[in-house]
């Protein structure tokens, strides 16, 4: 996500680590720099030049302590107009806390509006509200059809029309069936264009003056850039929307759209989607996403999804195994399984400060706990809980089980026993408790 842009400012942000201080020459230097990575990366010309002009504002005459580097400094003023410049704070979803929620999905073809509109479906759902999904794109062949098999799998109704090409009465005959059978928030997913033109802008703004919804989303591919900033000011032009969907952020490299689509439009991102599972969607944290760009890593993030799979009396009962030492392949294979709802194991390690350039060219291949988990399974139960006993033989046949070599199964045993012993060192200065360490994370 975004890695070319960090790994570019990387580089920029290292030679002014080692100055003595900051100087109107060395801070000029810098910008320069920075100006042209960002207008590789597609941002705006004139949120570019904004967002150097106040950067150079703030670092120049700025006293450097003796405990902070030159470098340290304007990363720091980087990453605050970085968070700035994409909104300052979240921003969250509205939400009728009495009567019916109508949030209206818009934007071009292609942009991923009908599998957004699934997952935020699935997201509310998860925080208790009733959802119903309106197909409203009658232009697109199979629309409707993906959309029902999204709502299939994930458990949630969609309201369509046989024939119907009215999509005004659709949108607003699923607001009254959503009344008749209570449910409180309709998601209504629009047809969109290749391009932006008077028909759709028409249609949409019908739509919305129809069914007066409490909030207007525009959904944007965030991998075209300036494209998707152009289309986002005549979106809002006409219709005025309320926030902003990335989606496909996971395959964006350069950041352009991230980067300048709030500053153009002035209406804050509300989510970001990556990836095609449908529990693939966040709430949209300018800060997290500051840190990531400047190779800090989203550990905030990155807790949020391991505590959203762990369960606190497995938490518990995992730390006390930690601390007597007796985690085994059973625990392991909880792991994994946990991991593997976390999302990719790339986007999960770039979470992690520092690991943007680490993994540049890296081949992180999510296969690879696959092969674990089957290794694992192919072992007996007594196995799992004491490995000591696994000998040549029992090695083979877990090697044919599994379909992996003798050499896969050693290599991992191996690597099992020196993690043992990693966590064994961790839990023995004092067995503190992670939670109360990741508690004290900040920005630095």
């Known amino acids: 996500m975004l890695d070319e842009l ?3 400012l990387e580089k920029v942000l290292k030679k002014v680590t080692g100055q003595g201080r900051l100087t109107e020459d060395n801070i000029s230097d ?26 150079k504002t703030k670092a120049l005459g700025k006293e450097v302590l003796v405990s902070v580097s030159p470098g340290q400094l304007i990363t720091k003023i980087i990453y605050d107009e970085l968070t700035e410049l994409m909104g300052g704070a979240n921003r969250e979803l ?4 009495t009567g019916p929620t109508i949030i209206l999905l818009v934007g071009l073809q292609g942009c991923g509006k009908t599998t957004f509109s699934a997952k935020l479906a ?3 759902t998860e925080k208790n509200r009733k959802v119903l999904l309106t197909a409203a794109d009658v232009y697109r062949p199979a629309a409707i059809d993906q959309l029902k098999t999204l709502g299939k799998q994930t458990n949630i109704p969609v309201f369509s029309i046989d024939g119907e090409r009215d999509v005004v009465k659709i949108a607003d005959k699923s607001v009254s069936y959503a009344k008749e059978n209570g449910l409180n928030t309709i998601i209504i997913d629009t047809a969109g264009r290749l391009h932006v033109d008077e028909e759709l802008m028409n249609e949409v703004a019908e739509i919305k003056k129809k069914v007066n919804p409490t909030e207007t989303l525009f959904v944007v591919d965030s991998m075209t850039g300036q494209d998707a900033v152009n289309s986002a000011k005549a979106f809002h032009d006409r219709v005025d929307f309320d926030g902003i969907v990335l989606t496909k952020l996971d395959g964006d490299s350069r950041g352009g759209c991230a980067l300048s689509i709030k500053a153009v439009v002035d209406e ?13 969607i966040e709430p949209f944290f300018p800060d997290r996403l500051a840190s990531r760009i400047l190779g800090k890593g989203d550990i905030v993030s990155l807790v949020e999804k391991a505590q959203a799979q762990f369960d606190d009396t497995e938490a518990e009962d995992l730390e ?47 296969k690879q706990l696959v092969r674990v988990e089957s290794i694992i399974q192919s ?10 006993i696994l000998n040549g033989n029992r090695r083979k046949r877990i090697a044919r089980g599994s379909g992996n070599t003798i050499q896969d199964i050693n290599r991992l045993l191996k690597q099992f026993k020196e993690m043992q012993k990693m966590m064994k060192s961790m839990t023995g200065k004092g067995g503190k408790n992670m939670k109360k360490q990741l508690k004290n994370l900040r920005f630095n």
Do not use: C, W
């Open 30 to 55: 810098t910008l320069r720099e920075i100006r042209r990575v960002l207008l590789d990366a597609d941002v705006n010309y004139k949120v570019a030049k904004k967002f150097i002009d106040d950067v």
């Open 268 to 280: 804050p991102i509300k989510f970001i989607s990556h990836g095609e599972k449908l529990d693939s």
């Open 6 to 8: 960090s790994l570019k």
């Open 320 to 366: 006390k195994k930690m601390l007597q030492n007796k985690f085994d392949f059973e625990d392991f294979l909880k792991q994994i399984k946990m991991i593997k709802k976390m999302g990719s194991i790339k986007s999960l390690l770039g979470m992690m400060p520092g690991m943007n350039s680490a993994l540049k060219n890296a081949d992180v291949d999510d």
């Open 94 to 97: 509205s939400l009728n806390p």
């Open 379 to 388: 072992m007996t139960k007594e196995e799992r809980q004491n490995p000591k």
């Open 122 to 124: 699935k997201y509310l």
